[in-house]
């Protein structure tokens, strides 16, 4: 394949990486529990909010390291 058919095919992967990316993000703004999990931290104040979503970034690293290594298997094929 020649340097610019490369090319074409790696903004393909990524326009697609984008909408996945945009739609998993729209989902997760209507969903109320994430940044809401025991093992948050929240501390509220009037006129200020701090929120430290320990345990969401966990799962939230979980569940991609688990979606990165099956798209890495199916793409050594």
Do not use: Y
């Not at 909408?19 to 998993?24: C, N, P, R, S």
């Not at 430290?52 to 688990?66: D, E, F, N, Q, R």
Request: contains cysteine; proline residues 4%.
């Amino acid at each position: 394949m020649n340097g610019l058919g490369t090319v074409g095919k790696l903004l393909m992967i990524a326009g697609v990486a984008m909408v996945l990316l945009g739609g998993a993000l729209w989902l997760f703004s209507r969903v109320d529990f994430f940044g809401r999990l025991p093992g948050d931290i929240r501390i509220e104040r009037p006129g200020f909010t701090c929120l430290i979503p320990l345990a969401s970034s966990v799962i939230l690293s979980i569940l991609l390291t688990i979606l990165l290594n099956i798209i890495v298997r199916l793409l050594n094929r």
